[in-house]
């Protein structure tokens, strides 16, 4: 079973990623989880941090000579930042006269800072907001990296694309991005295939930097080359819409999830709503994809469609009201540096939240010790679909 762990703070010596139950064989390269990692930090809209991190890749285990070697993956993303947060971030216990840094103590609006210091009694909000932060989302990508490495051993490849900012969203009735569109989409300041649209958005976000304020909006995945019968409809943990919407919901800021035309459809009569099934020389097709792929949470064969909605990031410009959590008194909320939009960057986080369900559950479905064992085994399972 592929699963993963990350650890670390925002602002620590580092971020750790340790992946467990990819086969031998899979080819892993600092290279290849750099320019994941680049992905992640562009965007228009992004904050002075992104400037500043150059997300030093070490491996630490499990891959020799860029091949995987069966047991578990470690790597490690160090923060190029240390030297500046080190006494304030210093793992090792107090020295000197043992006075610690000063406590933020005027938790911010929208984050985890208040009920992280209720839940863990502490008076200091840095101990929750450095493990609360997005940045955590560094290591993820690592996770992502590497799944879709196994994808890509199996025809299946995923691409993200921003479906709205603000007020701007696409034409629900516009043609959805192929594979071939990715290069459109990596060029876009907002990770939008389509220019005019993207415009429109970079605009949206220049005039909530004027405000002071930020942003949020929509993303949507696609994964093309999927095989009917990923997931499950036997068990309530195996069906992999829920599998999907719990991972894109763990990402922070992300508020909702959308299958297909999901909400739509709940607006639709059946007749409408539902994909009629078809067959010809290539087997059986659906007319279309409201589902967005997903039926009885198994993959039709289909293109897997994804929407996740990110609120707002809660860091602004113009600190909102909150109070002091030891004198009670009313005061503004810290302010960290802070994105006025990072919905480009979360589309890239998507990304590889989907890969990392859809390769678990391939690996689960086709087995393999080596990746040649799970090529192998999905080809065998092809094959056996095509004489259905």
């Not at 703070?9 to 139950?21: C, D, K, R, Y």
């Not at 450095?130 to 196994?150: C, D, F, N, P």
Request: glycine share 10%; net charge negative; aromatic share 4%.
């Amino acid at each position: 079973m592929l699963r993963f762990l990350t650890a670390g703070e925002s602002h620590g010596p580092g971020l750790t990623a340790v992946i467990e139950g990819v086969p031998a064989g899979l080819t892993v390269t600092r290279e290849g989880i750099a320019a994941e990692l680049a992905r992640r930090r562009a965007g228009h809209g992004r904050g002075a941090r992104m400037k500043i991190e150059q997300d030093v890749v070490e491996i630490l285990g499990g891959v020799r000579f860029g091949r995987s070697l069966g047991g578990p993956i470690s790597v490690l993303v160090r923060n190029t930042e240390w030297d500046r947060w080190s006494t304030i971030m210093d793992p090792d216990p107090l020295g000197g006269d043992g006075a610690p840094p000063r406590a933020e103590t005027n938790p911010r609006p929208g984050h985890a800072d208040l009920v992280g210091m209720q839940k863990y009694d502490t008076h200091d909000a840095r101990d929750i907001l450095e493990r609360a932060s997005a940045r955590e989302t560094a290591a993820r990508t690592i996770v992502g990296y590497i799944a879709k490495q196994l994808l890509a051993a199996i025809d299946v490849s995923i691409l993200s694309h921003v479906t709205a900012i603000g007020s701007v969203s696409v034409d629900p009735d516009s043609p959805l991005p192929s594979a071939e569109d990715v290069e459109a989409i990596e060029a876009s300041e907002v990770r939008a295939y389509d220019r005019d649209l993207a415009k429109r958005m970079v605009d949206e976000i220049d005039r909530a930097a004027t405000d002071k304020d930020t942003l949020g909006g929509s993303v949507e995945v696609l994964a093309f080359g999927l095989p009917p019968g990923v997931g499950s409809h036997v068990h309530w943990d195996r069906k992999l819409d829920g599998l999907l919407a719990g991972a894109l919901m763990s990402i922070q800021a992300i508020k909702g999830v959308e299958i297909g035309d999901g909400i739509a459809q709940s607006r639709s009569r059946g007749t409408i709503a539902h994909d009629e099934i078809t067959h010809d020389a290539s087997g059986f097709r659906r007319r279309s994809n409201h589902a967005g792929g997903l039926e009885g949470g198994m993959t039709t064969g289909e293109a897997l469609r994804v929407t996740a909605y990110m609120k707002p990031i809660s860091t602004v410009m113009k600190p909102l009201d909150t109070v002091d959590v030891t004198t009670k008194e009313p005061i503004k909320a810290m302010r960290e540096r802070s994105d006025v939009c990072a919905v480009p960057a979360a589309g890239v986080v998507a990304e590889q939240m989907v890969a990392y369900v859809l390769a678990r559950e391939c690996l689960r479905k086709f087995g393999g010790d080596t990746v040649d064992d799970f090529a192998g085994a999905a080809a065998a399972y092809r094959s056996r679909l095509d004489t259905f």
